[in-house]
């Protein structure tokens, strides 16, 4: 479980008998009277960019984009199921769709910028997560209460670090799905994919967002993204890759 989920289900937990609320660290500096700064708001898509109305022009992202889909609706070959950035795991080879059809797609999202500096704010990001997670401690057989203000003071550096990296990387870090739970998963296929860009020089990162309808028969229609990049640097080049989805969640 994320560090965001864990606050949030201790906070809807009422307390009972024996409850034992976390205790702040105590802050012998902290004036009582300071102002409490405003949590910054994470957000959880891309960069804007335009809409093109249907599929678009037949660039490679949108060949990829469909040789994937014809996977999935079993009119393509299963080894464009490959195509997953990461690779495609056991849920995703048994996940099929009745058909597709490709209602909209984002204009190209380009991003050019220091890997040194992405691969260090999401380290920082990474840092201040493990410090926040340590501050919890509950004892075998005890609840975790936790005050509105002590979750805001837990959270607080890792919203301020999410904030940051947003601000300096926005597509890089979108991809790398900050303000989701994937983000701290260790299997999360864009950690793996960015230790291979090298550590100088700038990163190249193109983005196609394609929305996907799906039909069938007596049932509500589904709308779905389905996100195709490619990120390249002095030392690699990825290739054209589908961002998968997590357990085909459409809000992933």
Not at 170 to 175: A, D, R
Not at 188 to 200: D, H, I, T, V, Y
């Amino acid at each position: 479980m994320s560090l965001a989920a864990l606050v949030v289900v201790a906070l809807l937990q009422p307390g009972a008998p024996g409850d034992k609320a976390a205790k702040p660290a105590a802050n012998p500096t902290a004036s009582p009277t300071a102002k409490k700064s405003e949590p910054r708001e994470i957000r959880t898509e891309p960069p804007p960019a335009g809409k093109i109305d249907g599929p678009g022009p037949l660039d490679e992202p949108r060949k990829m984009a469909e040789a994937y889909l014809n996977a999935l609706a079993g009119k393509g070959t299963d080894e464009s199921r490959d195509l997953l950035l990461g690779g495609a795991t056991l849920t995703a080879r048994d996940f099929n769709i009745p058909n597709w059809r490709i209602v909209s797609r984002d204009e190209a999202r380009v991003e050019e910028r220091s890997i040194f500096g992405a691969m260090k704010a999401m380290w920082m990001l990474d840092k201040v997560g493990a410090e926040a997670l340590n501050m919890i401690v509950v004892k075998e057989d005890d609840s975790l209460a936790l005050t509105q203000e002590q979750a805001a003071k837990m959270l607080g550096p890792t919203q301020e670090a999410s904030f940051k990296f947003q601000q300096d990387f926005p597509l890089f870090s979108y991809v790398a799905r900050v303000g989701k739970d994937v983000f701290w998963h260790p299997d999360n296929p864009w950690r793996r994919e960015a230790k291979k860009l090298g550590k100088e020089g700038n990163y190249k990162l193109e983005f196609h967002r394609f929305m996907v309808e799906e039909r069938e028969q007596g049932k509500q229609s589904r709308l779905w993204p389905l996100r195709v990049l490619r990120v390249t640097s002095a030392k690699y080049d990825s290739g054209w890759k589908i961002l998968p989805a997590s357990d085909w969640d459409p809000n992933y």
